[in-house]
């Protein structure tokens, strides 16, 4: 688990073919690799990956197809920045919100304008992410912990501020950069919850408004 306050700003170093998969070797610059085993878990722009190898200057890990077909790792290549989070542990403070590094599909970045010293990013995500986001609630953009300032349809804004821009990768962002999303996890647990006895059968990710109003949701 993670909280999405990205530690460090890492590089792409190596992406190795290796029978449909990849192995992916990160260059962690300022991160502090000194507790960090072989099996710990790094999130790297927003990706749960399982550390294989410490070479010295970062790690690699293993990538599955799952992974680059469900992220955009696949379009990743040497060089390229990327956000960097430890796993959290009992002691750390959790200042955005709970993250598991499992992402849930690829969005896009649609535009960007400056308001005040903030830049204002409208993002689209996926049509079957659009019900898990929630103005004023919690979403996770490559890795990082952000606030919804606003929602239509499936399209959503953030209000990033200075540090944010400087802590991460996301001043690099522009109208059409393809980021890994990851809504927030306590919205999907409750739409099970909801489902009752239905989230056994086959149609069961399918909540409808007759679904809610029969369970007395709506009213």
């Known amino acids: 688990m993670f909280t999405g306050i990205?530690?460090?700003?890492?590089?792409?170093?190596?992406?190795?073919?290796?029978?449909?998969?990849?192995?992916?070797?990160?260059?962690?610059n300022k991160l502090d690799l000194t507790d960090v085993a072989l099996g710990d878990s790094i999130a790297t722009n927003g990706v749960c990956l399982t550390v294989v190898d410490l070479p010295g200057d970062g790690f690699r890990a293993d990538v599955s197809r799952e992974s680059l077909a469900l992220t955009t790792i696949g379009h990743w290549r040497c060089g390229q920045k990327v956000n960097l989070e430890k796993a959290l542990t009992p002691t750390t403070r959790l200042g955005g919100h709970i993250v598991s590094g499992h992402v849930d599909g690829v969005g896009e970045?649609?535009?960007?304008?400056?308001?005040?010293?903030?830049?204002?990013?409208?993002?689209?995500?996926?049509?079957?992410?659009?019900?898990?986001?929630?103005?004023?609630?919690?979403?996770?953009?490559?890795?990082?912990?952000?606030?919804?300032?606003?929602?239509?349809?499936?399209?959503f804004e953030l209000n990033i501020v200075p540090h944010t821009l400087a802590e991460t990768i996301m001043d690099g962002y522009g109208a059409g950069t393809k980021l890994n999303l990851?809504?927030?996890?306590?919205?999907?647990?409750?739409?099970?919850?909801?489902?009752?006895?239905?989230?056994?059968?086959?149609?069961s990710d399918n909540i409808t408004l007759e679904f809610l109003t029969e369970n007395g949701f709506n009213r």
Do not use: C, M, W
């Not at 103005?135 to 990082?144: A, F, L, N, P």
């Open 6 to 28: 990205i530690a460090a700003i890492g590089d792409v170093v190596e992406l190795t073919p290796r029978n449909g998969d990849i192995s992916l070797r990160i260059r962690t």
């Open 182 to 203: 990851e809504v927030d996890v306590l919205a999907r647990y409750l739409e099970r919850l909801l489902q009752g006895d239905k989230a056994a059968t086959p149609d």
């Open 109 to 155: 970045v649609v535009s960007r304008t400056a308001d005040a010293r903030s830049e204002r990013f409208r993002l689209r995500a996926p049509q079957a992410l659009a019900r898990y986001i929630a103005h004023k609630g919690s979403i996770t953009v490559d890795g990082t912990s952000l606030t919804v300032n606003k929602v239509e349809g499936a399209e």
